[in-house]
């Protein structure tokens, strides 16, 4: 955990993100994620490997730190599937909880990608069906990173190569934590 606070200070401080709410919300993001890549993307396997990685983005919208973390699991199951999603699936929007009166939601971009969000209607897919919304006390003890992830970051994105290998991307920190 020290080298993850020493890594977040370095590039909080460049980005001008030194203050303690915020530097909470890169720590939990970053060990949050590091700890699904190892446990669910590397699924704890003897040497495999998560990549985590600081970007310092100049470009519009999301300008800023970014952080990717990066591991060889097959990507992020919803609706019982595995990327890639089959094209019924695009376009829809999966429910992974809610929190303070945000519900967090993921967007199935394309049969490869999955962006997370948080919203603040019912998610509907499009189509007319609304998803609903699992209930946090039967998640246990996990899907809180997620939630947080996408409370506390503009563009949260999963995103799987045909090969295999997931990438999660972190744009875009807001200022303050949500709440």
Not at 33 to 48: L, S, V, W, Y
Not at 73 to 94: I, N, S, T, V, W
Not at 115 to 138: N, Y
Request: glycine residues 14%; hydrophobic residues 40%; contains cysteine.
């Amino acid at each position: 955990m020290a080298v993850f606070d020493d890594l977040c200070e370095t590039y909080l401080l460049r980005a001008g993100w030194a203050d303690a709410e915020n530097a909470l919300a890169v720590r939990l993001s970053v060990t949050e994620g590091c700890t699904n890549a190892i446990k669910q993307g590397a699924q704890g396997a003897t040497g495999a490997e998560a990549t985590l990685t600081f970007l310092w983005d100049e470009s519009p919208p999301h300008a800023g730190l970014s952080v990717e973390i990066t591991d060889p699991g097959p990507g992020l199951q919803l609706g019982g599937a595995l990327p890639p999603y089959p094209d019924a699936m695009c376009h829809r929007q999966f429910p992974l909880g809610r929190v303070m009166d945000q519900q967090v939601v993921a967007v199935v971009e394309s049969p490869w990608s999955v962006r997370v969000t948080a919203a603040e209607h019912e998610p509907d897919g499009g189509d007319g069906r609304v998803e609903r919304f699992a209930d946090l006390a039967r998640l246990g003890r996990g899907g809180y990173g997620m939630l947080m992830m996408a409370l506390c970051w503009d563009r949260v994105t999963y995103s799987t190569s045909p090969g295999g290998g997931t990438v999660l991307r972190m744009k875009g920190l807001k200022k303050g934590l949500p709440g």
